[in-house]
T-cell receptor, first 110, second 113 residues
């Protein structure tokens, strides 16, 4: 069956660096996406990795290892506004449909 | 360029009533996806539609649920004879192409009394 595992909660302080891991087990794999969701609002796209390696977008970076079925989201120079839920999601079919993990709640404290 | 729009934002129904949720994709997007999210859970895929066609409905319950995306107008997710277990946030997303990034709407929070 399809499953994605990520920690349920991570805490960190402002200015720190945090890494949110995601391991997946899916019948198909086309890529790994990361989404941010504040207080149950609209999920916002952060990044997408189809190939192994690191993708950097400002303070956020995402990594993928297809051989290990593993990826992570790296958030640097944490700010209070980064407190949110972060979801990894696998594109497991030949089109954009996503299978989501249960999400990691990130709490950033002063 | 307006984002994905959903209405209503909040919907309250009594058991046995019908719920209709609407989604207008981003301008130029012809691919629409519906997801359901329970509290403290991730989003669960329900159905993927293109204009006038259902491409993948593997995540949608076979009974009481239906979806459409007509040639003109918004996509509609319809839930007949709602039960308490249907209470959830329903999110719609759209994409420009079939393999593109999805943009999500603000969701409709359905509460069944």
């Amino acid at each position: 069956g399809q499953s994605l595992e990520q920690p349920s909660e991570v805490t960190a302080v402002e200015g720190a660096i945090v890494q949110i891991n995601c391991t997946y087990q899916t019948s198909g794999f086309y890529g790994l996406s990361w989404y941010q969701q504040h207080d149950g609002g609209a999920p916002t796209f952060l990044s997408y990795n189809a190939l192994d390696g690191l993708e950097e977008t400002g303070r956020f970076s995402s990594f993928l290892s297809r051989s290990d079925s593993y990826g992570y989201l790296l958030l640097q120079e944490l700010q209070m506004k980064d407190s949110a839920s972060y979801f990894c999601a696998v594109r497991d079919r030949g089109y954009s449909t996503l299978t989501f993990g249960k999400g990691t709640m990130l709490l950033v404290s002063p | 360029n307006a984002g994905v729009m959903q209405n209503p934002r909040h919907l309250v129904r009594r058991r046995g009533q019908e719920a209709r949720l609407r989604c207008s994709p981003m301008k130029g997007h012809s691919h629409v996806y519906w997801y359901r999210q329970l509290p403290e859970e991730g989003l669960k895929f329900m159905v993927y539609l293109q204009k006038e066609n259902i491409i993948d409905e593997s995540g949608m319950p076979k009974e009481r649920f239906s979806a459409e995306f007509p040639k003109e107008g918004p996509s509609i997710l319809r839930i007949q004879q709602v039960v308490r277990g249907d209470s959830a946030a329903y999110f719609c997303a759209s994409s420009l192409r079939t393999d593109n990034e999805q943009f999500f709407g603000p969701g409709t929070r359905l509460t069944v009394l």
